[in-house]
């Protein structure tokens, strides 16, 4: 069964901070997502990653970076959290000659 | 425009009425993800479509390639229905996923 894991469901952090959302999975898959969650927007994605210390950017990379130093575990950086930043963070990964992706649980990030 | 358009955007149901929610997609999209996600909950995936109909229990996925329209119905729906329902385009195997807005479903007894 797989499984995506994100380090919290709820997250709350000061404006300036810096933030380290992690999610592992554990079926060995090459491709990784982030995607952020917004009411009246949809899902949107981030930065995603097709194997270990690559990264490449997607439709809303601004203000975030990303770490993806071994295969199970693709890291979300928010260099300096701003309020436009609370969020409900998900991530996914698939394998790549896989369609299904499978979703983390979502970490719901309040920016004070 | 965006990629991926469903509607409604909002649906409210007695319980047992039958629903349908749309979606459609722009050219370069080659497989359709419809998806369920409950309040404070992760997302889960119901059927991935390229072609064809797909049917679990009351849920049922229809895809038309040639109008790049997909379908997603509730037959006898229920309250535990509840939830709302996203639809998702693929370019290619492996790739980002290109999100619709969703539906937000609401099923009252």
């Known amino acids: 069964d797989v499984k995506v894991t994100q380090s919290s469901r709820y997250l709350v952090k000061r404006t300036g901070e810096k933030v380290f959302l992690e999610c592992v999975q554990d079926m060995d898959h090459e491709n990784m997502f982030w995607y952020r969650q917004d009411p009246g927007l949809g899902l949107r994605l981030i930065y995603f990653s097709y194997d270990v210390k690559m990264k490449e950017k997607g439709d809303i990379p601004e203000g975030y970076s990303v770490s993806r130093e071994k295969k199970e575990r693709f890291s979300l950086i928010l260099e300096s959290a701003s309020t436009n930043q609370t969020s409900m963070y998900l991530c996914?990964?698939?394998?790549?000659?896989?369609?299904?992706?499978?979703f983390g649980p979502g970490t719901r990030l309040t920016v004070t | 425009k965006n990629e991926v358009e469903q509607s409604p955007q909002n649906l409210t149901a007695q319980e047992g009425e039958f629903i349908t929610i749309n979606c459609s997609y722009s050219v370069g999209i080659s497989a359709l993800h419809w998806l369920q996600q409950h309040p404070g909950g992760g997302i889960v995936s119901l059927f991935m479509?390229?072609?064809g109909k797909k049917k679990h229990g009351r849920l049922i996925a229809t895809i038309n390639i040639q109008e790049k329209h997909s379908s997603l119905h509730i037959t006898a729906s229920h309250p535990r229905d509840s939830a709302v329902y996203i639809c998702?385009?693929?370019?290619?195997?492996?790739?980002?996923?290109?999100f619709g807005k969703g539906t937000t479903l609401s099923v009252s007894s």
């Open positions: 479509l390229s072609s």
């Open positions: 998702a385009g693929a370019r290619g195997a492996g790739t980002a996923l290109i």
């Open positions: 996914a990964s698939t394998q790549p000659g896989g369609y299904e992706q499978y």
